[in-house]
Every structure is written in structure tokens, then in C-alpha cells.
């Protein structure tokens, strides 16, 4: 059975750009969060969507949007990047809020 | 606000011994705590997790103990491998929520 897959591995861009990651959760799980870890640091929480809707927003700035579809697959957006943005972001997917998570690969992000 | 803090933050020892790894936590009022294993680059591979109602789980050579009145948890690691060597990070989880509070984690190498 597959796991939490995330797309691209590896991303570079440009100030100012805008970047969409993406991710699959394991299939029958409804839950999706997005988590930030910059290199030396735990991962950062930044959204989670259970059955499509928005369930929790941490405190990162408007820049920063996410969506989940019907399939249950989900993106992340990020407009106007900024260096700071440079990390790996990961994506978790569970059977339902509060359960077990379990983690995809993450997506390396450089900024330059 | 929730702070996790793990003690310590890099751990390095010789091949076959026993270990333990610190988890605290500034708020009892948790749902679940998990425990992670990281490698370099890599995403997050879940190892344990605990429901703030049980006080420990067992996985092979691993074993988890909770103490949510005193905030806190450790990861036992029996008979140590090389194969171990790995950022070692715990996580807890508000109430019915994936919005989850990690360590910065601890660096575990194990020496042949």
C-alpha cells in the first residue's frame, strides 16, 4: 500500500515567485497537514484539512494558502516567496484528526 | 502555549548499549504524543504513538512511557544499532487535533 506521496522532491525558485506543492494522502485517510521544518528545527505546523474544509491554521503569514480536493489530496501555495522560505515541507495524512500520522518524503525547497 | 523541549540534543554510543531519550512538555492537556524517527533529509517515520489515556507503548526494541501529569515522555532503546543512528523527535497533539507541537529532536548516533 503507498504512502503519503509529496511532488516535486526538489524545488528551486526565485524571490518573489510562487511555488505549489502537492501531496497524497495514504488512501482512506481523510486528514491532511502541511508542516515547515527548517534545517536544526522540529517541523513547524502551517495547516491541516480534514474532509475538505480547514480545521486549524498555524501562525504563518496570508502568503501561505492550502486546499484539499474531493479525492482527498491536497496543495500548499506559497505567493511572493521569500528567502525564509527555504525549508522541507512536509506533508502528514491520517485516518482522522487526532490519530496516528504519518509522513510523506517532503518537498526541499530553496529560495534564491 | 505548548513548548516541547527534548533533552539532549545530540547523543552519541557505542553499539549494543541501552538508551533513553527525553520529551517534555509544558502542557498536560494533550490528546496523543508521538514519537518520530528522522533521517538526514528525509521525512518523518513514525515510531510509537501514546494516548494521553495509556502510559506506554512497546515496539520491538522500542518502548515509549508517558507522564502526562508531569509532561513527560521518554523513548527506550534497547540493545542500540548502528542502523539507529538517526534525529530522534516527539510530538504531541492537542485535543482531537493533527495540530501537533514537535522537538527539535535529539541526534542519536551509535558507533560500531
Known amino acids: 500500500d503507498a504512502g503519503v506521496t509529496q511532488s516535486p522532491t526538489h524545488l528551486i525558485k526565485t524571490r518573489g515567485q510562487h511555488v505549489t506543492l502537492r501531496c497524497s494522502p495514504i488512501s482512506g485517510h481523510k486528514s491532511v497537514s502541511w508542516y515547515q521544518q527548517v534545517l536544526g528545527q522540529g517541523p513547524q505546523f502551517i495547516f491541516q484539512?480534514?474532509?475538505?474544509?480547514?480545521?486549524g491554521r498555524g501562525n504563518f503569514p496570508d502568503r501561505f494558502s492550502a486546499r484539499q480536493f474531493p479525492n482527498y489530496s491536497s496543495e500548499l501555495n506559497v505567493n511572493a516567496l521569500l528567502l525564509g522560505d527555504s525549508a522541507l515541507y512536509l506533508c502528514a495524512s491520517s485516518t482522522d484528526r487526532g490519530t496516528e500520522a504519518f509522513f510523506g518524503q517532503g518537498t526541499r525547497l530553496t529560495v534564491v | 502555549k505548548q513548548e516541547v523541549t527534548q533533552i539532549p540534543a545530540a547523543l552519541s554510543v557505542p553499539e549494543g548499549e541501552n538508551l533513553v531519550l527525553n520529551c517534555s512538555f509544558t502542557?498536560?492537556?494533550?490528546?496523543?504524543l508521538q514519537w518520530f524517527r528522522q533521517d538526514p533529509g528525509k521525512g518523518l517515520t513514525s515510531l510509537l504513538l501514546?494516548?494521553?489515556?495509556?502510559r506506554e507503548q512497546t515496539s520491538g526494541r522500542l518502548n515509549a512511557s508517558l507522564d502526562k501529569s508531569s509532561g513527560r515522555s521518554t523513548l527506550y532503546i534497547a540493545a542500540s544499532q548502528p542502523g539507529d543512528s538517526a534525529t530522534y523527535l516527539c510530538?504531541?497533539?492537542?485535543?482531537?487535533?493533527?495540530?501537533?507541537?514537535f522537538g527539535a529532536g535529539t541526534r542519536l548516533t551509535v558507533k560500531p
Open positions: 501514546i494516548q494521553s489515556s495509556q
Open positions: 502542557d498536560s492537556a494533550i490528546y496523543n
Open positions: 510530538a504531541v497533539a492537542p485535543y482531537n487535533n493533527n495540530d501537533m507541537r
Open positions: 484539512y480534514y474532509e475538505k474544509e480547514e480545521r
